[in-house]
């Protein structure tokens, strides 16, 4: 059974820091690439940042560079998202999501949510 269990999540003041982590388990984790998405409500799920199986490539959201910092640990299984300078704008439910496609098939799954809370 594959599960994705996001933690860190919390009610930050604005300017602060979190720091959010993934880990998965039931998944060949180091075959993975990673993301991590938000959707605040009323909002589209939107792609805030990636990093490559390997860890050695990663791609942010116009809207988080410079702030944001996604990285892994591939002994750990695991997937962290350092967020500095947080803004109210950041507020929004943080998901991660694996990926991989193996002899054409997709394998797409999920976490189940943390919340972020930035009050300004």
């Known amino acids: 059974q594959v599960q994705l269990v996001e933690s860190g999540g919390g009610l930050v003041q604005f300017g602060e820091s979190l720091r959010l982590s993934c880990a998965a388990s039931g998944i060949t984790f180091s075959l993975y690439t990673m993301n991590w998405y938000r959707q605040a409500p009323g909002k589209e799920r939107e792609l805030v940042a990636n990093i490559t199986n390997t860890g050695d490539s990663t791609n942010y959201a116009d809207s988080v560079k410079g702030r944001f910092t996604i990285s892994r640990d591939n002994a750990k299984n695991t997937v962290y998202l350092q967020m500095n300078s947080l803004k109210p704008e950041d507020t929004a439910m943080y998901f991660c999501?694996?990926?991989?496609?193996?002899?054409?098939?997709?394998?797409?799954?999920w976490g189940q949510g943390t919340q972020v809370t930035v009050s300004s």
């Open positions: 999501n694996a990926v991989r496609t193996h002899w054409r098939r997709p394998f797409d799954y």
